[in-house]
């Protein structure tokens, strides 16, 4: 939960002096549809939450990433979930690569440094 995240950075705040954290491999999966509206909600809470932490709370927070960019394989469910920005299509042979409007999302926060309403 987002506010989960926020707690946790400033566990790390208060108990650790503030270190520098990056944070990785944060994302949501969902069954691959490319109108990823949960997705899209996931990611404008959570960057909420770490936009608090850092400029509420003085949190050190270097950087983000989502979980993933592709759509891939995961070690407990193989291709059944997905977690990508991108969707991949494991049936043909070129691995085509749709952008899901979760790409469009991160896409305005990096171009904008804004979390767009959603």
């Known amino acids: 939960v987002p506010e989960g995240l926020r707690g946790v950075l400033n566990w790390f705040r208060r108990r650790y002096r ?6 990785t491999e944060n994302g949501y999966s969902d069954d691959g549809q490319l109108d ?3 997705r899209i909600d996931y990611y404008a809470r959570h960057l ?3 936009l608090t932490a850092i400029v509420v709370d003085g949190c050190n927070v270097a ?3 989502a979980w993933s960019i592709i759509d891939n394989f995961e070690w407990l469910r193989g291709y059944s979930e997905k977690f990508g920005l991108f969707y991949v ?3 043909d042979p070129q691995l085509q690569r749709v952008p899901k409007a ?6 305005r926060v990096i171009s904008t440094r804004t979390i767009p309403a959603h």
């Open 89 to 91: 299509n494991f049936s």
């Open 63 to 65: 950087g983000f990433t």
């Open 102 to 107: 979760s790409a469009d999302f991160m896409r």
């Open 48 to 50: 909420n939450a770490l």
């Open 36 to 38: 990823d509206a949960a």
């Open 18 to 23: 503030n270190p520098t954290v990056l944070i």
